[in-house]
């Protein structure tokens, strides 16, 4: 049961252009998202967050968009770079306790910029 | 300021084999997951330690088991190895977890081959 999607696998970008990552999830008590980066042969890299009373999150070029109504939220990369290259993953976590460290992942878009 | 390290870098077992993955927490982290990630898809949660106990659990077969040692470092046993456990193993700490934006730090992983 996939309950975040990255419906995306790929996105191609040039340089200096904005990135438009998107991710969907179905479960109405995910209350908190993170977004992660991954390169080849290194783990996951923490980039950004948002809980859910808030509908944005900035953080230098990096900015979460959260729709809650539309269980939709979107990472902005403005402006993109080469080293931007990578696998980006969406994570979700419910409000629950028995919900709490328990992060769903999606499957990852794969961003390439390209100069 | 040490991340999160992961031993080994790399195995390969046989079938029915048992196997012992090791984490060393971020600096002043006290809490650890663990995540398989196949190819191609997101990390799933297998379980997350607090406190020397199993605080959390995924939908992952009681072959899967770990520990939590005082220094907070964890280790991740597979039993009875099967082809498909064959996958990235991630260790991911973070700082009393559960208590509002808990954000998880992944290290490089453990990639795992069953022949």
């Excluded at chain 2, 080994?8 to 982290?29: A, D, E, N």
Aim: proline share 5%; aromatic share 12%; with cysteine.
């Amino acid at each position: 049961d996939q309950q975040v999607k990255q419906n995306s696998p790929s996105l191609s970008v040039q340089e200096g252009r904005i990135s438009i990552l998107n991710c969907d999830y179905t479960n109405s008590m995910f209350d908190y998202f993170l977004w992660y980066k991954k390169y080849p042969a290194e783990g996951p890299t923490f980039l950004i967050s948002i809980s859910s009373i808030k509908d944005k999150n900035e953080d230098g070029r990096f900015t979460v968009f959260l729709n809650k109504s539309a269980k939709h939220l979107s990472l902005h990369i403005v402006p993109s770079q080469p080293g931007d290259s990578a696998v980006y993953f969406c994570a979700a976590r419910g409000v629950t306790t028995d919900s709490w460290g328990k992060f769903q992942f999606g499957a990852g878009t794969q961003v390439v910029v390209t100069p | 300021d040490a991340g999160v390290t992961q031993s080994p870098t790399h195995l390969i077992k046989t079938r029915g084999q048992q196997v012992t993955l090791r984490c060393s927490p971020k600096s002043g982290h006290d809490t650890v997951s663990w995540y398989q990630q196949a190819l191609g898809q997101g990390p799933q949660f297998i379980f997350q330690y607090y406190e020397e106990e199993e605080r959390q659990r995924g939908n992952f077969p009681d072959r899967f088991s770990g520990h939590q040692f005082p220094n907070y470092s964890s280790e991740l046993n597979v039993n009875a190895l099967l082809l498909g456990d064959s996958a990235l193993y991630l260790c991911a700490s973070s700082l009393l977890a559960g208590l509002g934006e808990e954000t998880q730090y992944f290290g490089p992983g453990t990639r795992l081959l069953v022949l």
